[in-house]
């Protein structure tokens, strides 16, 4: 019979380490004020209050939006 032709194997390559993410640098007083204010007035608006009159420069918001870590879904649990 004749010969099967050998099969080359596939070559596995090491998986590529993620990236660690650049850690933003630290935030003067002022800067970290701003966005604690900001914080807080994202928090009350949330709960319903007037959103804020004063208008945060767009780093402020940029900022927050990096640092905070998005919340994972809630898994519900179905219940019998």
Known sequence: PPRKPKLKPIPRFPKPRPRPKPRPPP????QQNMVDTYLASLESARKG???PAIKFPDWVIEYVRETQQP????RRRWRW
Not at 71 to 74: D, I, N, S, V
């Open 27 to 30: 935030l003067t007083r002022e």
């Open 49 to 51: 209050g007037p959103m």
């Open 71 to 74: 919340k994972p879904p809630r």
